[in-house]
């Protein structure tokens, strides 16, 4: 996890330096002495790992989503995402603090990604890649398996209940394209797993989802957010 830990160090690192304090870096140790910090006003960008989903919504759907306050020159490791998106058929435009998103009539497929510079965004591209024109591999995050849940063998389980056709694999999957028929999931308490899921089902027959509010973790509106954008869901009293 070089790469991915080497970013956001030195994003935090930037950080702190706007606050005053300094970092002397010698290879992989950095040394921090007494420091005080300093005010400052700061604007804060929007999480790019969360983004993924709407870049995915409109993905999927075919439609137009903007996306404010954000650009391809932040350094979050999964605005890369939108190169996948690309890759995908999406055509994608940059204005001067934010990014639209216009998803194509067919997604297109018959690509291996390796996913490990922004494995945040692994179960994203996994919702999207049933409905591509041919398979899509995806690589290089074994090390998923050990987040809030094993995400490889949960989302494998719930590509079985939808009758995706799809590969396990010890780093990744290779899914197939298919028709998700609707199914009662589990996300085993895992944002990741229950927004990527929501994004699926809103192309596919649709989607129950246990134990939805899992995504509380990093967006406590999700739902309200997709159904700002014309996706319809209801709360189940059981």
Request: proline share 5%; aromatic share 6%.
């Amino acid at each position: 996890d070089h790469i991915v830990q080497e970013d956001y160090v030195a994003i935090t690192t930037d950080l702190m330096a706007q606050f005053g304090v300094k970092i002397t870096q010698r290879d992989l140790t950095y040394h921090i002495q007494p420091q005080a910090y300093q005010p400052q006003h700061l604007i804060i960008e929007p999480d790019a790992s969360t983004a993924t989903y709407f870049m995915a919504l409109a993905a999927i759907t075919g439609g137009k989503i903007t996306l404010n306050n954000i650009s391809k020159q932040t350094r979050q490791p999964d605005i890369g995402f939108l190169e996948i998106c690309e890759k995908m058929g999406c055509k994608i435009n940059e204005g001067r603090d934010s990014i639209c998103v216009q998803g194509p009539k067919k997604l297109k497929g018959g690509f291996s990604q390796d996913m490990r510079p922004l494995s945040d965004a692994t179960l994203t591209l996994a919702a999207l890649a049933p409905f591509a024109d041919a398979p899509i591999e995806i690589t290089g995050v074994a090390h998923i398996r050990h987040h809030e849940c094993d995400r490889l063998a949960t989302i494998s389980h719930i590509f079985t209940q939808m009758g995706v056709h799809h590969e396990e694999r010890q780093d990744g999957l290779l899914i197939k394209p298919s028709t998700p028929r609707f199914a009662i999931i589990d996300p085993q308490d895992d944002h990741r797993v229950a927004m990527a899921m929501a994004i699926l089902g809103a192309r596919a027959e649709g989607v129950t989802i246990q134990n939805p509010y899992c995504v509380s973790k990093t967006c406590p509106l999700f739902y309200d957010l997709i159904q700002s954008l014309g996706i319809q869901w209801e709360k189940k009293i059981e």
